[in-house]
């Protein structure tokens, strides 16, 4: 049997939490030799995800720089991933997701006609301005990828709509995987101040916001409801890990610093986010990964965006799209806060995007796309 050479290249976080189970299922794998190229589009949000699920990089471009531009993210792992893939030449580059390292990944490999493999295939707004630049970076990784892998049915049917039937799979997303390794009832928090919050007698809110199309009126609007809230609501409490990008801290830093109730903290480890979601009254977000999350937790989701990619929730009734104009967020946040029917309605766990066993499916089809495995489960005809 001929080994299969497969490189995943990610960047930032999310790419990297999702990858990781991935990258351990292919390291379990006898026939597959697995290797891992980091552009570090992010650097120390990457870190505290390679620490966590102890990955180690074969190939790290280092790419990061302060307030970053797309153009400079793009070219700088178009250059890097170029040298990387002559010298390792992998058999299949799997890339994940919509972001710009993943949209440099396909081209590069494309470059040198290697197959793609795009993880967390088939997500689509149908509006290419928003989530910006992520709706178009997952078109053209679609239409340059081998293998599709849709976590779930709603996105195979937008590819194929696009034209794309062959190689794509639905199999869930990684991403509850990764949450089925790092949720624990006994979980100690490394950062106190999560250890000395009061969950059973208080509410906590946890909060993220970073998305490039919300800069500007959509995020100060954003801020000014957390703080209503906050203001409002004695017995809540707001937990937001703010990230890196130094326009979302000046705007959280102006909005909601020196409030007592509302918790500015440095971005908190995997594992320590998803424990926090476990405790947690409720999730207001424009991440995707929390919109995924947050259901498996049973957690309710207030939307902090005009429109998702990822309604499966939305119809399992446990996410709402709450938009970006500060009354709107703030009403719908109330409801929430002060109807227990509302509430209640809200609070139940549901898996839309995974079971946990995605990236066995992922290494499965893989192995079929090289001949190593013959069949295909059933699972995966559509
Ligand atoms: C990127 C992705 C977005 C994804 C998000 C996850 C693109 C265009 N955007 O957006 O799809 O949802 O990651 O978080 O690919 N920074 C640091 N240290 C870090 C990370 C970021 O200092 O570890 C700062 C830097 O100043 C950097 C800036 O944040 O220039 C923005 O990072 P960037 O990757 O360009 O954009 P994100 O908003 O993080
Ligand atoms: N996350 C984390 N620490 C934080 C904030 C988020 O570990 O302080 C995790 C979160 O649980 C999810 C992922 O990062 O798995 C989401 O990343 P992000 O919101 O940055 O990007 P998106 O999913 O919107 O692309």
């Known amino acids: 049997m001929k080994t299969i050479k497969v490189m995943t290249v990610f960047g930032t976080r999310p790419e990297a939490i999702k990858m990781a189970p991935l990258v351990h299922e292919l390291e379990r794998t006898d026939g597959v030799e697995s290797i891992v190229c980091v552009t570090a589009q992010h650097r120390q949000m990457l ?6 699920f102890h990955l180690k990089a074969d190939y790290d471009l280092d790419i990061m720089q302060p307030r970053q531009t797309l153009a400079t993210i793009t070219t700088k792992s178009l250059v890097g991933l170029d040298e990387v893939l002559d ?7 799997l890339v994940h997701g919509d972001t710009s390292t993943t949209f440099a990944g396909a081209l590069a490999a494309f470059y040198h006609k290697i197959p793609v493999g795009h993880v967390e295939a088939g997500l689509r707004t149908f509006d290419k301005y928003s989530p910006f630049p992520e709706e178009m970076n997952r078109k053209l990784t679609g239409q340059i990828a081998e293998l599709h892998f849709a976590p779930t049915e709603r996105n195979r049917k937008n590819l194929a709509a696009e034209g794309i039937t062959k190689g794509v799979i639905v199999c869930g997303n990684t991403v509850v995987d990764a949450i089925h390794s790092t949720v624990n009832p006994d979980f100690v928090f490394r950062d106190d101040t999560l250890n000395q919050l009061d969950y059973e007698n208080r509410r906590v809110i946890l909060v993220t916001a ?3 199309e919300n800069y500007g009126e959509a995020m100060e609007h954003i801020m000014r409801a ?3 809230l906050a203001d409002d609501f004695e017995d809540i409490d707001i937990v937001y890990p703010v990230h890196l990008s130094p326009y979302v801290r000046e705007t959280a830093a102006k909005y909601l610093s020196g409030h007592e ?19 947690s009254y409720m999730v207001m977000t424009d991440s995707g990964g929390l919109q995924e999350e947050a259901p498996s937790l049973g957690k309710p989701v207030l939307v902090l965006r005009r429109e998702t990619e990822r309604p499966e929730a939305i119809e399992a009734g446990t996410v709402r799209l709450a938009g970006v104009e500060e009354d709107t967020i703030y009403s719908m946040a109330c409801t929430l806060l002060r109807d227990e029917n509302e509430y209640h309605q809200m609070a139940h766990a549901v898996n839309p995007y995974g079971d946990g066993h995605t990236s066995r499916r992922i290494v499965h089809m893989i192995r079929h796309y090289f001949g190593q495995l013959p069949d295909l489960p059933d699972e995966f005809r559509p």
């Open 47 to 52: 870190d505290q995800v390679m620490d966590i």
């Open 87 to 93: 010298e390792a030449k992998p058999d299949i580059v």
């Open 210 to 212: 970073h998305r490039r």
């Open 226 to 228: 957390l703080r209503r």
């Open 261 to 279: 109730r509302i918790h500015l903290i440095e971005p908190l480890a995997v594992d320590e986010m998803h424990n926090l979601m476990g405790r």
